[in-house]
C-alpha cells in the first residue's frame, strides 16, 4: 500500500481539528440561543422550515428514548471517539474533502454528546412538518455522511493496469 508522503499529514489533520472545533462551536453556542429565543412554545416561520423547540432523549429519530441517559450517552461518545480516531488516522490518506466530511461528522456528534451531557436530552430547533425535528449538528453528521458517499462514489479507481492481478 503506497502511502502519501508525512507532508500531508499535518495539513489535512489541520483541516479536521479546525474545521470539527469551528463546527462543533458554532452548533453549541446555536443550543442554548434557540432554548432561548423559543422557549414558551414560540414558532418562527422561515419558509418550508420552521424554527420549533424540541428536546430529544434518544438518539436518531428518538430511537432509543425509553434507555438511561447514562447509556446514551456512554454509547454516543464511544462511537464518536471511534469516528475521531478514524478520521485522524484516515486524514493523511485521503482527499481533503473526505477529511472535511469527517470533521463535519465528528463535529455533529461531538456537539450533541455534550449537549446531551447538560441535560440527558438533545436540544433540537430545525422543524419542516414532514421529517423529525433536528439541529444543526444532525445536519453536519447528515450533510458530511451524503457528501461522503457521493465523494467516495465519484472517485476514480487507482491505476490497476500495472498491478499483477
Same mark, same amino acid.
Not at 7 to 33: F, G, H, S
Given at each position: 500500500?503506497?502511502?502519501?508522503?508525512? =507532508?500531508? &499529514?499535518?495539513? !489535512?489533520?489541520?483541516? *479536521?481539528?479546525?474545521?470539527? %472545533?469551528? $463546527?462543533?462551536?458554532?452548533?453549541? #453556542?446555536?443550543?442554548?440561543?434557540?432554548?432561548? =429565543?423559543? &422557549?414558551?412554545? !414560540?414558532?418562527?416561520? *422561515?419558509?418550508?422550515?420552521? %424554527?420549533? $423547540?424540541?428536546?430529544?432523549?434518544? #438518539?436518531?429519530?428518538?430511537?432509543?428514548?425509553?434507555?438511561? &441517559?447514562?447509556?446514551?450517552?456512554?454509547?454516543?461518545?464511544?462511537?464518536?471517539?471511534?469516528?475521531?480516531?478514524?478520521?485522524?488516522?484516515?486524514?493523511?490518506?485521503?482527499?481533503?474533502?473526505?477529511?472535511?466530511?469527517?470533521?463535519?461528522?465528528?463535529?455533529?456528534?461531538?456537539?450533541?454528546?455534550?449537549?446531551?451531557?447538560?441535560?440527558?436530552?438533545?436540544?433540537?430547533?430545525?422543524?419542516?412538518?414532514?421529517?423529525?425535528?433536528?439541529?444543526?449538528?444532525?445536519?453536519?453528521?447528515?450533510?458530511?455522511?451524503?457528501?461522503?458517499?457521493?465523494?467516495?462514489?465519484?472517485?476514480?479507481?487507482?491505476?490497476?493496469?500495472?498491478?499483477?492481478?
Amino acid at each position: 500500500m503506497s502511502h502519501e508522503p508525512s =507532508t500531508t &499529514a499535518t495539513p !489535512r489533520r489541520r483541516v *479536521l481539528v479546525y474545521v470539527a %472545533l469551528v $463546527l462543533t462551536t458554532l452548533a453549541l #453556542v446555536l443550543d442554548p440561543i434557540a432554548r432561548a =429565543t423559543l &422557549a414558551d412554545g !414560540r414558532i418562527v416561520g *422561515l419558509g418550508p422550515l420552521e %424554527l420549533r $423547540l424540541a428536546f430529544n432523549t434518544g #438518539v436518531a429519530f428518538s430511537l432509543g428514548n425509553q434507555l438511561p &441517559a447514562a447509556v446514551l450517552i456512554a454509547v454516543t461518545a464511544a462511537i464518536t471517539v471511534g469516528i475521531g480516531i478514524y478520521a485522524w488516522i484516515s486524514a493523511p490518506h485521503h482527499h481533503t474533502v473526505h477529511t472535511m466530511c469527517l470533521a463535519a461528522i465528528f463535529a455533529g456528534a461531538t456537539a450533541n454528546v455534550i449537549d446531551r451531557l447538560i441535560d440527558g436530552k438533545v436540544t433540537d430547533y430545525f422543524h419542516t412538518g414532514w421529517w423529525p425535528t433536528f439541529n444543526l449538528a444532525d445536519t453536519y453528521i447528515t450533510c458530511g455522511a451524503v457528501v461522503l458517499i457521493v465523494a467516495v462514489l465519484l472517485e476514480r479507481p487507482a491505476d490497476t493496469a500495472s498491478s499483477p492481478q
